[in-house]
C-alpha cells in the first residue's frame, strides 16, 4: 500500500496571507496585526497543513467544537498564545479556529539589521508543540493586546526612520513578556509538571538499569517518549530545577557511573561502553567535568 504524499499549502508573504483569508490589504508589507473576526474565510483543504514563511504570535479566544490546544490542564479559560516560526507546518482541526483575538504576523526580513534577527532563536516557545501552547490569565491577556495594538498602530501611523525600531522593540517586550508567563505557566501548573518530572526519572532509570550497552539516550528521544517538545522538556526542568534535560541525563549517567566504579572490577573502558558511550575518553571527560575527579581518582578513594 503506498503511503498518501502529504503536500501542504506554502505560503510566501504576509500579503498572500491576507489575500487567501479575505482580510483587508496590507497596511505594511513585512508586518501586520490581524483579528480572527477580521478572517471572512480560508482554503477549503488544509488537511495536508500549511507552511507559512514568516512568524505568528496568535492570543486565541472563544473556540467552538474540539480544541486540540493544551495537555489536560487547564489553568484559565481566556486566551491561549501559540507561536509559529518560518519553515514550520501547522493544521487546523475543527474547533482550532477562534471567534477573537489577534495575529501578529511577521517577516523575518522587517528583523534585518537588528539583534532579534539572531537573538529570537533564543526564544524557545517558538519550537513548542501545538498542545504546549501559553494559557493566559485575563491580565495577561491584556497586557498582550495592549502591545499587539502598540504595533498596529505604530505601522499605521506614517512610516518613518524609526519605526522599525519601535515595532522591532515592542516585539521584544511581547517576547519577554510570554517568557514571563511561560515561566509561570511551569509553576501554576505544578500537577503536569510533577507527573512530567517523574515519567522522565523513571525513564532514565530503566534505561540505565535494563538498557546497558546501548547508545546514551538524547534529548530528543526522551522527550518524544515523554509526548513533548525537547525544549518545552528542558524549559520546564530548568524553571524547576535549574538544569535542562540534557544535565538531567548526565546526572542520571554519574550516579549510575559512580556506582559501577564503586562495587566491580571492570576497567573503565568496559563501564564507559556499558553505559553507552562509543569512547572511553568521552566518558572520562563528563565524570571529571561533573564530580572534579577522573573515573580512576573516584575508584582509588574507595580503596
Known amino acids: 500500500m503506498m503511503k498518501k504524499k502529504y503536500n501542504p499549502i506554502v505560503i510566501e508573504s504576509i500579503s498572500e496571507l491576507h489575500r487567501m483569508h479575505g482580510i483587508a490589504q496590507v497596511e505594511h508589507p513585512l508586518v501586520s496585526v490581524v483579528r480572527f473576526d477580521e478572517i471572512f474565510y480560508s482554503p477549503t483543504d488544509y488537511s495536508d497543513g500549511c507552511v507559512l514563511n514568516f512568524y505568528v504570535i496568535a492570543v486565541k479566544r472563544d473556540f467552538n467544537g474540539k480544541v486540540r490546544y493544551g495537555q489536560n490542564y487547564y489553568d484559565f479559560d481566556e486566551g491561549v498564545l501559540s507561536f509559529i516560526a518560518p519553515g514550520q507546518i501547522c493544521y487546523e482541526e475543527v474547533g482550532d479556529r477562534p471567534a477573537s483575538g489577534f495575529m501578529l504576523l511577521f517577516h523575518p526580513d522587517f528583523l534585518l539589521g537588528h539583534p532579534l534577527a539572531t537573538e529570537i532563536k533564543n526564544y524557545k516557545f517558538f519550537s513548542y508543540a501545538v498542545n504546549e501552547a501559553l494559557y493566559l490569565s485575563k491580565k495577561e491577556e491584556n497586557t498582550i493586546y495592549g502591545v499587539l495594538e502598540n504595533i498596529e498602530q505604530e505601522y499605521k501611523s506614517n512610516i518613518d526612520s524609526f519605526s522599525q525600531r519601535v515595532i522591532i522593540s515592542q516585539i521584544e517586550v511581547l517576547l519577554n513578556y510570554a517568557d514571563r508567563f511561560y515561566h509561570r505557566q511551569f509553576i501554576t501548573r505544578k500537577a503536569a509538571s510533577n507527573d512530567l518530572l517523574v ?35 528542558s524549559d520546564m526542568l530548568r524553571t524547576h530545577t535549574g538544569q ?46 561533573k564530580t572534579n575527579l577522573s573515573p580512576l581518582e573516584f575508584r582509588q578513594s574507595f580503596n
Request: hydrophobic share 40%.
Open 244 to 289: 535542562n534535560t540534557q544535565q538531567h541525563i548526565h546526572n542520571k549517567l554519574i550516579e549510575k557511573a559512580k556506582g559501577v566504579l564503586s562495587t566491580t572490577n571492570l576497567s573503565i573502558a568496559e563501564i564507559a561502553y556499558q553505559l553507552g558511550f562509543e569512547h572511553p575518553q568521552s566518558f572520562n571527560k563528563i565524570f571529571k567535568r
Open 199 to 233: 515519567k522522565l526519572e523513571e525513564l532514565l532509570e530503566a534505561h540505565f538499569n535494563n538498557n546497558l550497552n546501548l547508545a546514551l539516550p538524547t534529548v530528543k528521544d526522551v522527550a518524544l517518549k515523554l509526548n513533548v517538545s525537547p525544549d518545552y522538556l
